[in-house]
């Protein structure tokens, strides 16, 4: 009679045969899908990589600093690369130190990232109104040119058109306007000038991005609204407003671009004097007995635009439901 601990059951070729009674070892657990190393999951934070990208920027400033030519390079009358000199281009340790220092000579002169602060807050708000006019004025004109072809014909040409206009020659026209308009007891500011420029550089991205994405649905899907007798609006709500939404969460993040950009130049164009426009063209005059100075603003514009996008980046995580894929213009 044959002992059952040594009878062989069939197995297939690729199977291992057990045998009654052998101790079962467990498999070997595959590696879970998605399971990143610690280093790979450090380098894949976007604080880390944009840490990374300044780190790699400022190096590179230093890098030519020191190797590049103190003249700089010249073709014929145009100049290519800039000078290396310490007026010119000052050592980036130098430009984030004079940031803690005073403004000015002046006994009360504040600190110099404390003055860019403020100047930066007051242009943030001008940014945010221009913002959001820029942006409510796109959605309408978006949603006018998905309804009616002939709106779109009409519209869109010009909506392209409307942005080729300088905008240094547009700001002094639109604080001229304004200062003329009257509307009952309201006075017209000159911060309601440089947010009516920021907007208007704001809406044209939403515009175009929203009317992409409400026209993105399936001709599929459209018919199945219409089969349901769903009419516009229903179809509007319920198809097209969720479709637009990978479209225009990068349009809403280039529009918050914009209008920053918009409220710098039109701070220096129209003189309103506290923001972070007016701050660089004033200590634009410092650039040759104090050469970090002048640096300070424009970290400031940089960061505002950071700040910009990144609330901007908040609003888009109240849409995740919709985001299945946003959509790069």
């Known amino acids: 009679m044959t002992s059952p601990a040594v009878v062989a059951t069939s197995a297939s070729p690729g199977e291992r045969a057990e045998v009654p009674g052998a101790p079962v070892r467990a498999p070997r657990s595959a590696p879970r899908a998605g399971s990143t190393s610690l280093p790979a999951r450090v380098l894949g934070s976007k604080p880390v990589v944009a840490v990374f990208a300044v780190v790699v920027l400022g190096s590179v400033w230093e890098l030519y600093k020191a190797l590049g030519p103190a003249d700089g390079w ?137 009317l992409r994405g409400l026209q993105s649905p399936d001709t599929i899907h459209v018919e199945l609204m219409t089969a349901y007798a769903a009419g516009w609006f229903a179809t509007l709500v319920r198809l097209r407003l969720p479709a637009a939404v990978p479209h225009l969460l990068p349009a809403l993040r280039l529009a918050a671009a914009n209008a920053v950009i918009g409220t710098v130049v039109a701070e220096v164009a129209t003189g309103l004097p506290g923001g972070i426009g007016r701050m660089i063209l004033e200590f634009a005059n410092f650039a040759s007995s104090d050469p970090a100075k002048p640096w300070a603003p424009i970290f400031g514009a940089v960061v505002l635009g950071l700040v910009a996008a990144g609330l901007v980046t908040l609003l888009g995580r109240s849409l995740g439901r919709f985001r299945r894929g946003e959509v790069v213009a």
């Open 74 to 210: 010249s073709l014929g009358e145009t100049r290519l690369l800039p000078r290396t000199t310490d007026l010119a281009m000052p050592h980036t340790w130098e430009m984030v130190a004079r940031l803690f220092d005073p403004v000015s000579g002046a006994r009360d002169a504040p600190v110099l990232w404390r003055a860019v602060l403020e100047a930066g807050a007051l242009s943030l708000g001008i940014a945010v109104v221009g913002w959001v006019v820029g942006v409510t004025v796109g959605m309408l004109l978006a949603l006018a040119m998905q309804r009616l072809r002939v709106v779109e014909r009409a519209v869109l040409p010009l909506v392209v058109l409307s942005q080729t206009v300088p905008l240094i020659a547009l700001a002094p026209l639109v604080r001229s306007w304004g200062a003329k308009l009257e509307i009952g007891s309201l006075a017209w500011e000159p911060w309601m000038s440089v947010a009516v420029i920021a907007s208007y550089l704001a809406f044209f991205p939403v515009a175009v991005g929203m």
